[in-house]
Structure formats: C-alpha cells, structure tokens
T-cell receptor
Framework: GDSVTQMEGPVTLSEEAFLTINCTYTATGYPSLFWYVQYPGEGLQLLLKATKADDKGSNKGFEATYRKETTSFHLEKGSVQVSDSAVYFCALKRGSTLGRLYFGRGTQLTVWP | DAMVIQNPRYQVTQFGKPVTLSCSQTLNHNVMYWYQQKSSQAPKLLFHYYDKDFNNEADTPDNFQSRRPNTSFCFLDIRSPGLGDAAMYLC???????????????FGPGTRLLVL
C-alpha cells in the first residue's frame, strides 16, 4: 500500500547550517507529494508541494524535488534560522483515494542560535 | 482570514465519559477530515465528509463517530474514551478531493485530548 518514510529525528542544527530531511515514498501511479510543517502548538501548514516527476516545490527558502526514479522528495534549505524549528511531515496523495493524505512520522528540527 | 478553527484546544475527559470535539471552517470547502495524531506518530485519517456523504476508514474504531450538520461545522464524538484515545485530533478541509490530485488540505490547530 501507499506509505511515506521519513528520516528519524530529532535534527539539531546551528543557525545558517544546511538542512536536508530525507523522504521516500511507496505508491502506485503518480501521487502528488507534500511537505507540511507544524510549529509548536499549531496545526499543520502546507510548506510546499510537487505534483509530477521532476517538479520542484519551493517556499520560504525550502525546496524539494519530486524524483520518481528514486521515489524521493527530500526537503532542503541552504541556511536555516531559529524560526524554522518545527516538526516537518512528508505526505503523498493519489487522486483516486478521495484526497487521503499518507503522512510520514514527522521529523523534529531544532535550530540553535 | 479564512481558516479552520478547532475548539477546545485542550480537552480533559474521564475514562468512558463521552466527549465531543468541534471544528469549523470559513473556507466554504466541501470536504472535512478528522485525523488522529498520537505522540511522535504520523496523523492517521479517521474519516471524512464530502458534503453530507460520510466516509469511514476501515480501521477506525466504532467508538469514534462524526456529525456534519452544515458546511461549516463538523464534530468528532468519542463515545467511550479509553486511555489509548489520548492524542491530538486534527481537523482539515479541502475544496474537492476528486478533481485534482494536487488539491491542498488546510489544517486547524488541533485539539489535544487527555483521558484520565
């Protein structure tokens, strides 16, 4: 069945460090891929998405490229800030499943000044 | 701002005592979802409404029910909460899940349920 695997956290970085959070997926067909972010005490917010192979989603300095050959959608940011501290969720959706989102377990990111 | 609102943000209930969680939306979206998120786990879909049509996930316990009296509101009822039902409950909406695979879901802040 459909599933998403994220790298285990927590991830701890210093400000301005480079960030990579790995995400791989298993799905039939051509899913859309999403990164959601959950700041402390808040709900999930869409960070970026990609809807077909080789698409790159980007937002707030974060990027992720939909790689069908490696079934991956790794999240990257060149220079993290303290305000990026949050939990990051990778997710996929197939159009035939009534909008069902399959989430990874989330990766906690902590950025120190 | 258009948004998804959940009340209360924190709910404490006793073992076996029915509890209702509330979600409202100003986005005028057709679809409303309820997810359960246990500590350090991925959100798990419980059920969703597409307009008035209720869609239950196969592995959602009967203890969990939902009501959608109108487009704006959706309720999650837990008939007899057990200790294992302590979790964050997330409500989400989308405009139409069937039209576009890239359709975004918009989440509320969640209600954290504690069962004593």
């Amino acid at each position: 069945g459909d599933s998403v695997t994220q790298m285990e956290g927590p991830v701890t970085l210093s400000e301005e460090a480079f960030l990579t959070i790995n995400c791989t997926y298993t799905a039939t067909g051509y899913p859309s891929l999403f990164w959601y972010v959950q700041y402390p005490g808040e709900g999930l917010q869409l960070l970026l998405k990609a809807t077909k192979a080789d698409d790159k989603g980007s937002n707030k300095g974060f990027e992720a490229t939909y790689r069908k050959e490696t079934t991956s959608f790794h999240l990257e940011k060149g220079s993290v800030q303290v305000s990026d501290s949050a939990v990051y969720f990778c997710a996929l959706k197939r159009g035939s499943t009534l909008g069902r989102l399959y989430f990874g377990r989330g990766t906690q990111l902590t950025v120190w000044p | 701002d258009a948004m998804v609102i959940q009340n209360p943000r924190y709910q404490v209930t006793q073992f076996g005592k029915p509890v209702t969680l509330s979600c409202s939306q100003t986005l005028n979206h057709n679809v409303m979802y309820w997810y359960q998120q246990k500590s350090s786990q991925a959100p798990k879909l419980l059920f969703h409404y597409y307009d008035k049509d209720f869609n239950n996930e196969a592995d959602t316990p009967d203890n969990f029910q939902s009501r959608r009296p109108n487009t704006s509101f959706c309720f999650l009822d837990i008939r007899s909460p057990g200790l294992g039902d302590a979790a964050m409950y997330l409500c989400a909406t989308s405009s139409d899940p069937g039209l576009a695979v890239q359709e975004t879901q918009y989440f509320g802040p969640g209600t954290r349920l504690l069962v004593l």
